[in-house]
Nanobody, 119 residues
Framework: QVQFVESGGGLVQAGGSLRLSCAVSGSIFRLYTMGWFRQPPGKQRELVASITPSVRTNYADSVKGRFTISRDNAKNTVYLQMNSLKPEDTAVYYC?????????????WGQGTQVTVSS
């Protein structure tokens, strides 16, 4: 059974930075594309960044140029460096394996980590 443990969120002013971490257990981490999703208040969860086993990355237009996804296969951990944060980045952030259509492979999710950006 795959488990995700997200951390690193917090309250930050607009223009600030945060680095999120997600520890993954129960899978052959290094073989899979991993992604960061977020769910803003009252909205659906969306995929914001993904990284393949060959370290090819992809980003949603809303975060391109500000967020950077990375992975450490030795630690089974995926990271999200978030710079130039905006109030509209406020959301609960989760990691999971993304499908080609931007959904999640696994139905189970971690507890997420709250990111709040004040204006």
């Amino acid at each position: 059974q795959v488990q995700f443990v997200e951390s690193g969120g917090g309250l930050v002013q607009a223009g600030g930075s945060l680095r999120l971490s997600c520890a993954v257990s129960g899978s052959i981490f290094r073989l899979y594309t991993m992604g960061w999703f977020r769910q803003p208040p009252g909205k659906q969860r969306e995929l914001v960044a993904s990284i393949t086993p060959s370290v090819r990355t992809n980003y949603a237009d809303s975060v391109k140029g500000r967020f950077t996804i990375s992975r450490d296969n030795a630690k089974n951990t995926v990271y999200l460096q978030m710079n130039s944060l905006k109030p509209e980045d406020t959301a609960v952030y989760y990691c999971n394996r993304p499908t080609g259509g931007g959904q999640s492979v696994y139905d189970s999710w971690g507890q997420g980590t709250q990111v709040t950006v004040s204006s």
